[in-house]
């Protein structure tokens, strides 16, 4: 037996629906073996407040043992888990192949499956997860400018605070009636596609519920870019959302509902000769990964799987197959990059990165430390001190660089951080930067 690995980590599919994954006591044997492996390694304890909770439980035991630790607190570990993957791609030794076949994130999520199926979740839990019901309501015009007053003003926010135990203090996005699918329309002008490598050239946006009601300007970012470059862009002319916010809330009913809504459309566009992109990560990871691992004999799962593509990924193809215009009108000066959780582990390297940096007179600094926010994670009162802790080291970073310009390819976490700084006064999509440095 090997102490640890150093092999590439592999991941298997989520058995979600055996009646084994389901078993409750099978369940607790199980989150026994791992945490008296973790126990035993707390590589990890630097990552989440998952392994915090976790061996605070243990130490705190008559035992100071897995064993001493109550099966009714396993849960506690479980509810800090927002599923990033970084414990398991980036710290442990212990994952597949290696024979203790430690798979953390993925026994977490069966942990918040099984809970959500006997005690279901909070209103406000299931509210902040319906993101496609939540913000199609609230980004009805004069509905999104009296909600976005609103949550500018003490009072409302701790009435809020009070009624649905969202932090006062954490930042909550902004809404737009003018959605990005609205705005993207009208600037649609058919390319002629040029394949280059794997990349067919020619794309089909998936907005997200984020980028379509919260962040539309970047989806406008997004088309200029992308045809700036002779790809052709097209909107997915329908969607649901991805189903990450149901997936870390353990909801998987609602994630496969959202799957058979969404995979046919994705499907057919593929099958037209389509790339995919999207331009939140968390989403991108979705059809990537978690998908695939919970439908790994779908073949539309997989075909879409393989079309999609992170847009600076997708960009850096382009750019080594010399299709990339590098023709660039303005520099971007010193840029702080936050690289969001769910980037880093679709293991494609640091393209976004590499794409600013061919800008002249351009120094693009990444940070791969974890935000904090975590989906839902930031703005829960009960998690929110938890979520500026895990933030602080990125925070000071930042900081301590000062720099022109702050980026995160995720809009949440990066909003997150700015919030946080004391040197960045806001924070921006790298599409936007690119934009600029094009002059468009």
Known sequence: MREGSIDAPTRHPLDWKTDDFWD?????????????????????????????TLFDLIDESDTMEVDGVDTADYGKVAEQCYLCDLCYLTKCPYVPPHEFNVDFPHLMLRAKAQRFKTEGASLRDRTLTSTDRLLSTTSIPLVDITVNALNKTGAFRKALS??????????????HSKTLRKRVKPLLVPQEPQ????????????????????????????????????????????????????LELGDLDSVDALKQANIPV????????????????SCVLMYKQELPLMYPDDP?????????????????????????NTDFQSALGNVAYQVACHQRVQNIGLKTRDVLNLIADSDVTAYERCSGHDGTYAVKRETRDKSVKIARPTVRKVDEQAPDRFISDCPMAGEHIAHLAEKVSKAEHPMTLLREAYGL
């Open 24 to 52: 409750k006591s099978s369940l607790n044997k199980e989150l026994e073996r791992v945490f008296d492996v973790c126990h035993g390694c707390r590589r990890c304890v630097s990552l989440c407040d998952a392994f915090p």
């Open 162 to 175: 009070a009624g649905m135990d969202i932090h006062h203090e954490a930042p909550l996005p902004k809404l």
């Open 195 to 246: 394949k280059v490598g794997n990349t067919t050239g020619k794309v089909a946006l998936y907005a997200t519920c984020y980028g379509n009601y919260n962040s539309p300007d970047v989806g406008e970012d997004f088309v200029k870019v992308f045809q700036h470059n002779g790809i052709h862009i097209d909107i997915v002319p329908k969607e649901k959302c991805c189903g990450m916010p149901k």
């Open 266 to 281: 994705l499907a057919k566009l593929v099958d037209e000769g389509y790339d995919l992109t999207a331009p939140i990560p």
């Open 300 to 324: 539309d799962v997989i075909k879409v799987q393989k079309a999609f593509y992170d847009p600076f990924e997708y960009l850096w193809a382009r750019h080594k197959g010399e299709a990339l």
